[in-house]
């Protein structure tokens, strides 16, 4: 079993920055990537950061937080951020983590399975 736990999430006013963590742990043969998507009311489910475990942690960031948006690693402790600065009341949505993670069976022959946490609120007041 599998378990991604995010926080950080909460209220800020714009211009305002939050950190966003999130943890994997459980029965993982290997990590592959980790990532942050976003949902806003009415909208659907966007991309919003992902970085890869290994294979020197590379990034890909939505167009829409580029530049104010980090994402980082530790891979040691399975666990990514998300550090949000120069916030909009746009980027108001509930944040999801993800974690693909490759059992031993599917290391090698298919894609890693995507295992979500269960979403932290991000509100930017105007």
């Known amino acids: 079993q599998v378990h991604v736990v995010e926080s950080g999430g909460g209220l800020v006013q714009t211009g305002g920055s939050l950190r966003l963590s999130c943890a994997a742990s459980?029965?993982?043969?290997?990590?592959?990537?980790m990532g942050w998507y976003r949902q806003a009311p009415g909208n659907q489910r966007e991309l919003v950061a992902s970085?890869?475990?290994?294979?020197?942690?590379?990034?890909n960031i939505a167009d829409s937080v580029k530049g104010r948006f980090t994402i980082s690693r530790d891979s040691a402790e399975n666990t990514v951020y998300l550090q949000m600065n120069t916030l909009k009341p746009e980027d108001t949505a509930v944040y999801y983590c993800?974690?693909?993670?490759?059992?031993?069976?599917?290391?090698?022959?298919?894609?890693?399975?995507?295992?979500w946490g269960q979403g932290t609120q991000v509100t930017v007041s105007s």
């Open positions: 459980g029965s993982i043969f290997r990590l592959n990537d």
């Open positions: 970085i890869a475990i290994a294979n020197g942690g590379s990034t």
């Open positions: 993800y974690a693909g993670i490759y059992s031993v069976g599917t290391y090698g022959v298919g894609p890693p399975q995507r295992y």
